[in-house]
C-alpha cells in the first residue's frame, strides 16, 4: 500500500501540500529535503494520492505530515500510512511519536485517536486564525 518516498516523488509530494495545505504547504524544496534527510521517513501511496512523513531524534519520532488528496479522502489511505510509519520508526529504534495537531480537526484527532495516542498538553493559538494545537503521544511498545 505504502513505500518510501524517493527523489522522483517530489513535484508529486508537493502537489498534494499544495491541494491539502494552500498557502501553508511545505515548498518543494523543503518536500525534497524531507525525502533525502536520512532523519526523515517520508512514504507514498503506490498511487502518489497521500503521503506521511515522520522526523527522527534519537528514540523519538515526530510525525510531521500526513496528507491526502481531498478526491481519495475516506479510503483509509491516512490509516494505513499512519501504521505504516510507526512501524517504519519502530523499526528504526524509536520508542514514542509525538505529533501536533489543530484542535478543530476533528478527522484527524479520531484517527489518532483510534491508534492509541493520547492528548498530552496543548499550545494555545499555534495556528494561524488562533486555533489551538494538541499536542499527542504515543508509546510506540504499546502499538498495536
Known amino acids: 500500500m505504502s513505500r518510501t518516498a524517493t527523489e522522483a516523488d517530489v513535484e508529486a509530494i508537493a502537489a498534494i501540500e499544495r491541494s491539502c495545505f494552500g498557502a501553508s504547504a511545505w515548498s518543494e524544496g523543503?518536500?525534497?529535503?524531507?525525502?533525502?534527510?536520512?532523519r526523515h521517513v517520508v512514504l507514498v501511496t503506490d498511487d502518489l494520492a497521500a503521503y506521511a512523513a515522520a522526523s527522527l531524534a534519537g528514540e523519538t519520532?515526530?510525525?510531521?505530515?500526513?496528507?491526502?488528496?481531498?478526491?481519495?479522502?475516506?479510503?483509509?489511505?491516512?490509516?494505513?500510512?499512519?501504521?505504516?510509519?510507526v512501524d517504519r520508526v519502530r523499526d528504526?529504534?524509536?520508542?514514542?511519536m509525538l505529533l501536533e495537531v489543530a484542535a478543530d480537526n476533528a478527522a484527524a484527532i479520531g484517527l489518532y485517536e483510534a491508534h492509541g495516542f493520547d492528548t498530552i498538553s496543548t499550545r494555545r493559538g499555534y495556528y494561524a486564525g488562533g486555533i489551538d494545537a494538541l499536542v499527542m503521544e504515543i508509546t510506540i511498545a504499546e502499538w498495536r
Do not use: K, Q, Y
Not at 519520532?61 to 505504516?84: E, F, K, M, S
Not at 528504526?92 to 514514542?96: F, K
Open 61 to 85: 519520532a515526530d510525525l510531521d505530515r500526513i496528507a491526502v488528496l481531498p478526491a481519495a479522502r475516506g479510503r483509509g489511505l491516512a490509516r494505513d500510512l499512519l501504521t505504516d510509519l
Open 30 to 38: 523543503l518536500v525534497r529535503d524531507e525525502v533525502v534527510s536520512d
Open 92 to 96: 528504526l529504534g524509536a520508542d514514542r
